[in-house]
């Protein structure tokens, strides 16, 4: 075979080689999904005011227990403190104190704090509830462990119509609102924090029991109530100390600690 012959047959293999090639390539290139870009649009957010760590009852807000973080726009709930509706929010409420308890990273509601300017007891008072004080110490107070928010028992102790010593529970479930405390110096140098007050949440109708007791009682103790009972009833209180057998209010008399029976009242009553 001629050269030329031979190099024109080289030729046309190359050629019909790179032609197999780039259709295999182009065949490729249609088989593959053409790359989309993904999007991802950002939610909307507004700043909310929460709280940096836990917050007990009784509290006091401050720049270091509460700051802004930005909040799903679509996650706004009224009552929420919002940058964008109260700017000085921060500085406004600076000293306010918490009603109910706020935990770490909970959004601060307004129903759930009470202005600085306002009387701190009262704010944490609910509706329809009085708070009254009664004297406690070491032995009439669960050893001072009683903290304010806690629940108790109110026990009174007195003497009975044979002199001997009579218990009553004449309140149930109360909750302790405060707790006055003051450090007592002990004979070794050490000190302690003994309560000498407490003050307790009570419907009317138990406010008129608590002072009747503390007239009759020698002696008033305060009986913690375990964290679990906090559901249970806290109305009940002993209202025969304040109605008669009718349900009806009427005044007692006590003579050395105990209760004088109606009939003899109002005999004793009559002959003065």
Same mark, same amino acid.
Do not use: C
């Given at each position: 075979?001629?050269?030329?012959?031979?190099?024109?047959?080289?030729?046309?293999?190359?050629?019909?080689?790179?032609?197999?090639?780039?259709?295999?390539?182009?065949?490729?290139?249609?088989?593959?999904?053409?790359?989309?870009?993904?999007?991802? $649009? =950002?939610? *909307?957010?507004? #700043?909310?005011?929460?709280?940096?760590?836990? @917050? +007990?009852? &009784?509290? !006091?807000?401050?720049?270091?227990?509460?700051?802004?973080?930005?909040?799903?726009?679509?996650?706004?709930?009224?009552?929420?403190?919002?940058?964008?509706?109260?700017?000085?929010?921060?500085?406004?409420?600076?000293?306010?104190?918490?009603?109910?308890?706020?935990?770490?990273?909970?959004?601060?509601?307004? $129903? =759930?704090? *009470?202005?600085? #300017?306002?009387?701190?007891?009262?704010?944490? @008072? +609910?509706? &329809?509830? !009085?708070?009254?004080?009664?004297?406690?110490?070491?032995?009439?107070?669960?050893?001072?462990?009683?903290?304010?928010?806690?629940?108790?028992?109110?026990?009174?102790?007195?003497?009975?119509?044979?002199?001997?010593?009579?218990?009553?529970?004449?309140?149930?479930?109360?909750?302790?609102?405060?707790?006055?405390?003051?450090?007592?110096?002990?004979?070794?140098?050490?000190?302690?924090?003994?309560?000498?007050?407490?003050?307790?949440?009570?419907?009317?109708?138990?406010?008129?029991?608590?002072?009747?007791?503390?007239?009759?009682?020698?002696?008033?103790?305060?009986?913690?109530?375990?964290?679990?009972?906090?559901?249970?009833?806290?109305?009940?209180?002993?209202?025969?100390?304040?109605?008669?057998?009718?349900?009806?209010?009427?005044?007692?008399?006590?003579?050395?600690?105990?209760?004088?029976?109606?009939?003899?009242?109002?005999?004793?009553?009559?002959?003065?």
């Amino acid at each position: 075979m001629k050269p030329a012959r031979i190099m024109i047959l080289a030729v046309a293999v190359v050629a019909a080689g790179l032609a197999g090639l780039l259709a295999m390539r182009l065949a490729g290139s249609r088989n593959v999904a053409p790359q989309v870009a993904a999007v991802v $649009e =950002k939610e *909307a957010t507004v #700043n909310v005011l929460v709280a940096d760590a836990n @917050l +007990p009852v &009784g509290s !006091r807000l401050n720049d270091k227990s509460v700051h802004w973080m930005a909040w799903p726009q679509s996650g706004l709930v009224k009552g929420f403190i919002t940058e964008a509706d109260r700017p000085d929010a921060l500085k406004d409420l600076n000293g306010a104190v918490v009603r109910l308890p706020i935990f770490e990273g909970e959004p601060i509601r307004e $129903e =759930k704090v *009470a202005d600085s #300017n306002s009387h701190i007891l009262s704010s944490l @008072l +609910p509706s &329809g509830k !009085r708070a009254v004080a009664t004297e406690i110490s070491v032995a009439t107070g669960a050893g001072g462990f009683i903290l304010p928010n806690d629940r108790v028992d109110v026990i009174m102790v007195r003497k009975g119509d044979t002199q001997k010593f009579v218990t009553e529970t004449v309140l149930s479930n109360v909750r302790v609102l405060a707790v006055d405390q003051q450090i007592e110096e002990k004979q070794d140098g050490t000190k302690a924090v003994v309560g000498t007050t407490a003050t307790l949440e009570l419907t009317p109708d138990q406010t008129k029991v608590l002072a009747v007791a503390q007239q009759m009682a020698d002696r008033l103790t305060l009986a913690l109530r375990s964290v679990a009972d906090a559901q249970q009833p806290d109305t009940i209180a002993a209202d025969y100390l304040l109605s008669g057998d009718n349900g009806v209010a009427v005044v007692q008399v006590i003579k050395s600690g105990a209760i004088v029976p109606n009939g003899a009242a109002a005999a004793a009553a009559k002959t003065q």
